[in-house]
C-alpha cells in the first residue's frame, strides 16, 4: 500500500493486516500463545523491549526468532553468563597497526532483535551495557556513537524459579522494559501441533519473511499517529499516579510508565484496526506495562504482596473515562 495521500484510518487499516499477517506467521511455529505473540508485536510496533519472565522450555527464544523471521530482520541471540563482559555485548575498538587508527568491531546487540537470554546471570555491570542502547538506540564505545540498525527491540528473558547465581534486574533496567509477559505452558492441543512441527524439523529458521524491516518501520510510524483523547491520555496519567499512591508501593510508575503504557495503547488500537484509542485498550495492557515497575514496601513483600495485584487494584479504584463518541 501507497502511504503517501492516504486517510489516517486507511493507514491503521493497513497496520491492522499486517499485524495479523506477522501474527499467523509466527503462528506457524508457536502454538496456542497468541496472546503472548500480540503482545510482543504490540511492544514491537511501540518500539520498545520485551522482557519474558517464564520457565525454560516454553519458547521464548522462538518467539524471537518467529518475529525477527516474519519480518525479514536480523537477529542475535546473547547467552548472558557471570563471566560476560560489557564489551561482549556492545562491541569493541581494535587498533589498525595498517592505519594507526581504531575500528569499531561491532558486538551482537548491533541487530534488529536482540535476544537477551537469562538477562539476570550477568553482573550488574554486563546489564548495564544494556541501557543505553535500549533508551538512545546507540552505542557509545571512546566516546563515538554508533547507532543499531531500526527497528530495534531487546527481547529479555529470565528463569523466575531458578534464582541461584543470578543477579536481580536493577530498577532502572526494568524500567527501559515496555512490556513484561508471561508464556506459560501449552495446553493438550497446542504441545501436539508443537511435536508434529517437532518431528517435521519445522521451526522458527524455516520461516519465510511476510514483509520487511522496512515496512516494520512504515507501520511504527503509523501507530505513533492512531489518535490519543484527553480523557485517555488523563486516565493513564491517574493510573500511573495511582501506583505511587499506593500504599504497600515503595517505588511507583515513572513518566517513562506513562509514556510506555501510552505507546502501547496507540499500537493496540492500530492493531485491532481503529484510528483511536480507548480506555479499554489502556486496561488490557495495564499489568503487563506497570507492574514490573513497582517495588512494593517491605511490609507488602513480608505479605506476600504482588505488584500485578497492586495495578489490579489501581484499575478497579480509578474512575473508567465514559465512552469515547
Known sequence: MTMTGATVEDRVGWFADQFTAIRDNAELVIKGKTEALDLALVCLMSEGHLLVEDVPGVGKTTLARALAASIGASSQRIQFTPDLLPS?????????????????????VFANIVLGDEINRASPKTQSALLEVMEEYQVTVDGHPHPV???????????????????????AQLDRFLLRVAIGYPDAHAESEILDNHR????????????SADVTRSMIAVAAEVYLDRRVRDYIIALVTATRDHPDVRLGGSPRASIA???????????????????????????????HRLILTPDATLRSGDAAGVVEQVLRDVPTPKPLA
Open 261 to 291: 503504557l501510552m505507546r502501547a495503547a496507540r499500537a493496540k488500537a492500530a492493531a485491532a484496526g481503529r484510528a483511536y484509542v480507548l480506555p479499554e485498550d489502556v486496561r488490557d495492557l495495564a499489568v503487563v506495562a506497570l507492574a
Open 149 to 171: 540498525p531500526r527497528p530495534f527491540m531487546v527481547i529479555a528473558t529470565q528463569n523466575p524459579i531458578e534464582m541461584d547465581g543470578t543477579y536481580p534486574l536493577p530498577e
Open 88 to 108: 561482549d555485548i556492545t562491541g569493541v575498538a581494535i587498533y589498525n597497526q595498517s592505519g594507526g587508527t581504531f575500528d569499531f568491531k561491532p558486538g551482537p
Open 200 to 211: 517435521q524439523g519445522h521451526g522458527a529458521g524455516e520461516l519465510a519473511p511476510v514483509l
